[in-house]
């Protein structure tokens, strides 16, 4: 597996047990945060910490996921598509989101090569992060 995430599109499959329900915030975070991005400065937003960390978790989470069996296909992957879609305004902000998904694909690529209680733990960890995270930027920037 590599993190390379400009491979071609293929159709997202929903995630099993509820997980896809948490992220389903992304998509509602990204789409305001654009809102709020017509308003701000073109490259720096209030909001870029949260973001590039929400980026580097679905990172984590495409590859762990994998890993453990999950099936999913690209589905995490896309779900970095669209937060790039209605965040990425300048090609600068596409490759911050960019090094940050694939920088927690790597990481994790990197410890783990086996799916172990540690990675599923990790990736319970990673979806309550990231949807507190979507959550917290849905509530901040209405």
């Not at 709020?36 to 960390?53: E, F, G, Q, S, T």
Request: one cysteine or more; hydrophobic letters at 40%.
């Amino acid at each position: 597996m590599t993190p390379v995430f400009n491979r071609p599109i293929s159709r997202p499959k929903p995630p099993r047990g509820g997980i896809g329900a948490a992220f389903t915030a992304i998509t509602i975070a990204a789409m305001l945060c654009g809102a709020v991005a017509a308003r701000a400065a073109p490259d720096i937003k209030p909001y870029d910490d949260k973001l590039l960390r929400l980026s580097e978790i679905i990172g984590a989470v495409h590859y762990l996921r994998e890993l453990c069996g999950a099936n999913e296909g690209q589905y995490w992957r896309d779900r970095m598509r669209d937060l790039m879609d209605a965040e990425a305004s300048s090609a600068l902000r596409r490759a911050r989101l960019t090094r940050a998904f694939n920088q927690g694909y790597r990481s994790y690529s990197r410890t783990y090569n086996t799916c172990s209680p540690s990675a599923q733990t990790a990736i319970t960890r990673f979806i309550t992060e990231g949807a507190q995270l979507s959550d917290g930027l849905v509530k901040a920037f209405p």
